[in-house]
């Protein structure tokens, strides 16, 4: 290992490690299913300590903790493939550890550690609704999409300069509010399988660890698209001046 990328995937470990303890941790302790104050605890907690760390490790890795967003910035063409994947090991162990040691500090697993699970017969207003793996598939990587595409135009593109851990906590956030009640709105694949290896529980495993991956790729050929989009107009721009009668 380089001594280069040593620090960054130690950062990615321990951002990964700080981000399921707190934020599986506040799933467990609050719990998800107390309404909106109980979702929103959650949402917060999450976004909080994804944007703290993307401040304290940004500068040193970029601050991913996901590899949802890892595979984006791959995809992207804004890192290397042996780069990326130290990073995704360095992630998903941060996450088990994380876990295991949220599974420690609460004495067992009864709380459910925060595993996602799909929304069943949940009260919707007059009616209920059922997630079907299907529909999670859909959201999960929705939300990853959205993630993703801050991400980059942020923190990749330079955008919001020192603000984009900000616009990403942020983003973090907001899709919790709305997805949390339906698919547990994980959109990490470290997120996910942490608690599902300390808990044994892997139900719709698959869903929680591939769909977020497509919905980062879809982000990455979406933001890289637009970024050719603008450089063609630039490029484009003062030939259509000097054609523009004064």
């Given at each position: 290992?380089?001594?280069?990328?040593?620090?960054?995937?130690?950062?990615?470990?321990?951002?990964?490690?700080?981000?399921?303890?707190?934020?599986?941790?506040?799933?467990?302790?609050?719990?998800?299913?107390?309404?909106?104050?109980?979702?929103?605890?959650?949402?917060?907690?999450?976004?909080?300590?994804?944007?703290?760390?993307?401040?304290?490790?940004?500068?040193?890795?970029?601050?991913?903790?996901?590899?949802?967003?890892?595979?984006?910035?791959?995809?992207?063409?804004?890192?290397?493939?042996?780069?990326?994947?130290?990073?995704?090991?360095?992630?998903?162990?941060?996450?088990?550890?994380?876990?295991?040691?949220?599974?420690?500090?609460?004495?067992?697993?009864?709380?459910?550690?925060?595993?996602?699970?799909?929304?069943?017969?949940?009260?919707?207003?007059?009616?209920?609704?059922?997630?079907?793996?299907?529909?999670?598939?859909?959201?999960?990587?929705?939300?990853?999409?959205?993630?993703?595409?801050?991400?980059?135009?942020?923190?990749?593109?330079?955008?919001?300069?020192?603000?984009?851990?900000?616009?990403?906590?942020?983003?973090?956030?907001?899709?919790?509010?709305?997805?949390?009640?339906?698919?547990?709105?994980?959109?990490?694949?470290?997120?996910?399988?942490?608690?599902m290896v300390a808990t044994g529980k892997f139900d719709d495993a698959w869903l929680y660890l591939l769909a977020p991956i497509v919905?980062?790729?879809?982000?990455?050929?979406?933001?890289?698209?637009?970024?050719?989009?603008?450089?063609?107009?630039?490029?484009?721009?003062?030939?259509?001046?000097?054609?523009?009668p004064a």
């Open positions: 290992m380089s001594n280069h990328l040593a620090p960054k995937l130690l950062a990615e470990f321990i951002g990964t490690f700080a981000f399921v303890f707190i934020g599986a941790g506040a799933a467990a302790v609050v719990g998800e299913g107390v309404g909106l104050p109980g979702i929103a605890a959650v949402a917060f907690a999450h976004g909080l300590a994804i944007m703290a760390f993307a401040f304290a490790f940004g500068s040193i890795s970029g601050g991913h903790m996901n590899p949802a967003v890892t595979v984006g910035v791959l995809a992207a063409g804004a890192m290397r493939v042996g780069e990326a994947i130290g990073y995704i090991i360095s992630q998903l162990i941060g996450g088990v550890a994380g876990a295991l040691l949220l599974r420690t500090v609460l004495g067992g697993a009864a709380t459910g550690l925060g595993v996602p699970v799909l929304a069943h017969n949940l009260a919707l207003g007059a009616t209920s609704v059922t997630i079907t793996p299907a529909a999670g598939f859909m959201i999960e990587a929705l939300l990853a999409f959205f993630l993703v595409t801050v991400a980059l135009s942020t923190a990749v593109a330079g955008r919001a300069g020192n603000l984009a851990p900000l616009a990403i906590g942020m983003t973090l956030t907001f899709n919790i509010v709305m997805g949390g009640a339906l698919t547990g709105a994980p959109f990490n694949p470290a997120r996910a399988l942490g608690p919905g980062a790729i879809v982000a990455a050929i979406v933001h890289t698209g637009l970024g050719r989009l603008a450089q063609e107009e630039l490029a484009a721009g003062p030939g259509r001046a000097s054609q523009t």
